[in-house]
């Protein structure tokens, strides 16, 4: 549990900038139960024509676009983090965001933002995760969940679901394979996450000791 009061709902916000998948996915789950004790108390795109921002407008999610375009990181992170704040939000979830947050996010959300990547990381980090496996060769690879820290897609690593590359794959079906494996990792590593069963040592997120 998150929030400072046991019965108190864990405000999540989700972190977007196009399709929304993993956004609808983690709003399934909260819907359902998956994620208990939550809600998504909102959800922002540094993007106005991200196609996510109308999905979670029908979902009945408040959406808040806070567009990059022209401005530094950091004066962007800041309008964001406020925003956040306003919300209360407790976890932040990164879900398609597609700019690299500098370590003033990193520090006011420390160990409460998750990224998704569509690769067994530390394999194929950055951009193109998926075409670098399968033009790597690799024969199977996957999806992962991580806490998000300075570095690029190099957090700690919170959930991994792997599948097979076929011979016949192309970027397009491998990516929807991996798709559907996101969606059930992000919502299962969210419901983690909220109920603290874990302890993070050094990079190993790992069951409590008892
Ligand atoms: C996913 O493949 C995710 O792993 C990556 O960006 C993509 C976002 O897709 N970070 P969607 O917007 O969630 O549909």
């Known amino acids: 549990m998150m929030s400072d009061e046991a019965n108190e709902t864990n405000r999540l916000a989700v972190l977007i900038s196009g399709r929304g998948s993993n956004m609808l996915a983690l709003a399934r789950a909260v819907r359902e139960g998956a994620i208990p004790n939550a809600q998504i108390a909102v959800v922002v795109s540094d ?71 569509p690769s067994l990381l530390p394999a194929f980090p950055g951009l193109d995760a998926q075409r670098q496996a399968l033009e790597h060769g690799v024969k199977w690879t996957g999806c992962t969940v991580h806490f998000v820290d300075e570095t690029l897609d190099g957090g700690p690593i919170i959930e991994q679901r792997v599948v097979p590359v076929l011979d016949s794959d192309t970027v397009e079906t491998l990516a929807a394979r991996i798709l559907a494996e996101e969606h059930k990792a992000y919502p299962a590593a969210v419901a983690r996450v909220l109920r603290g069963d874990f302890q993070v040592i050094g990079r190993r997120v790992v069951a409590k000791s008892r």
């Open 47 to 117: 993007r106005a024509s991200a196609p996510g921002l109308k999905l979670a407008a029908e979902q009945g999610i408040a959406t808040l676009v806070v567009e990059r375009r022209g401005r530094a990181r950091e004066e962007h992170e800041r309008e964001i983090i406020a925003a956040l704040r306003a919300r209360r939000v407790d976890l932040v979830c990164l879900a398609g965001y597609m700019r690299l947050l500098s370590p003033v996010f990193v520090e006011a959300y420390r160990w409460r933002t998750l990224n998704i990547h």
